[in-house]
């Protein structure tokens, strides 16, 4: 075996396994129509939904069963020719619940598996546009609910030389409302709660509170939360609100929430609440999770064992003092007799 045949084979291994990507995603947010991206080497590229409508992103409300044809724009802003592989993808999410879209390595069940690309690959010179057309398919049986995915251009950089390819991937995020009763929920999972040592008997803590939101529903929810805390017999709560990002059926987001002004009293509780609802501003039943933990105010015991010592010991002295005047007491009134 050459060593450029050893070469490929080695950039085709780590190609699966160490791909790192650079996507800029659409959708996530008040963004523009337009998403291009540009590298030092010269290379700049932009996507957009086709058609005359002014669209960020593609959004379809479709029946199981239904067919719809539209198509993807790619432009080449840079001053050299460029190859792009274009196909679409599931979106899935990081554990902070950012939307991301799987590889091109790893199978797609709903809108990478739904959708056929025209032109799988193109090549634009310089200044050039490709109108990209795709076919969405909705199977017959799919399940009602919101279905997320992207379309993505795609260039593989192997200039690099090293037996690592980088994936630059440039996408416009997809949504599909299959239509019939969805199912909307929310949970919570994995809260826990926890104070760092609280040696200042006269200021309070910093208490954290960790957990995972899931979307276990057919739909896309949010939500905003409250998380709460408070010592025995709900006595100096707190509380502290926070937004709810989106969520895609399937998806989760750990959170990490830290609320100031906690006194530990030994038994400190925290909990969560989601006040769910869809993205259509639907609203969901409330979902609600507790924790209990151990919180010792060591600065108020080492205050009071102080307090405590500190009184014993003059207590001690003190009757010693008086033991040692009275021998002097008695012989003062003998000698007045």
Request: include cysteine; glycine fraction near 12%.
């Amino acid at each position: 075996m050459n060593s450029t045949t050893s070469t490929f084979q080695h950039r085709a291994l780590w190609r699966k396994v160490l791909a790192t990507i650079t996507l800029a995603f659409m959708g996530l947010g008040a963004l523009p129509v337009v998403s291009h991206a540009a590298t030092t080497d010269g290379l700049s590229w932009s996507v957009a939904p086709g058609g005359k409508e002014d669209r960020t992103n593609f959004t379809f409300d479709l029946e199981a069963g239904e067919t719809h044809k539209d198509s993807f724009v790619v432009t080449n802003l840079g001053t050299k020719e460029i190859s792009l592989a274009v196909y679409a993808a599931d979106g899935i999410t990081s554990s902070t619940g950012a939307l991301d879209l799987k590889s091109a390595e790893e199978p797609s069940e709903y809108i990478g598996a739904w959708v056929q690309v025209k032109d799988p690959v193109i090549t634009l010179g310089s200044g050039e546009q490709s109108k990209v057309g795709f076919t969405l398919q909705v199977p017959e049986n799919t399940e009602p609910g919101d279905y997320v995915g992207g379309l993505i251009s795609s260039y593989a950089d192997t200039s690099s030389g090293s037996t690592v390819m980088v994936d630059r991937r440039l996408a416009t995020r997809m949504n599909v409302h299959v239509g019939g009763e969805g199912k909307l929920s929310l949970e919570i999972k994995d809260l826990a709660i926890s104070t760092g040592l609280a040696w200042n008997p006269f200021a309070p803590v910093d208490a954290t509170v960790s957990y995972t939101v899931l979307n276990t529903g057919t739909v896309r929810a949010r939500g905003p939360q409250t998380i709460s805390t408070s010592g025995p017999f709900g006595i100096a709560g707190t509380t502290s609100e926070e937004p709810g990002a989106e969520l895609i059926p399937g998806g989760s987001a750990e959170r990490t929430i830290v609320v100031p002004g906690v006194w530990p009293l030994f038994n400190l509780t925290g909990s969560v609440k989601i006040h769910s609802e869809g993205i259509d501003a639907t609203p969901g039943t409330e979902v609600y999770a507790t924790t209990k933990t151990l919180a010792v105010p060591w600065g108020q015991l080492c205050l009071l064992i102080l307090l405590v010592g500190g009184a014993f010991i003059l207590g001690v002295r003190r009757g010693r003092f008086e033991d040692w005047e009275e021998p002097e007491d008695a012989e003062d009134v003998q000698s007045l007799r």
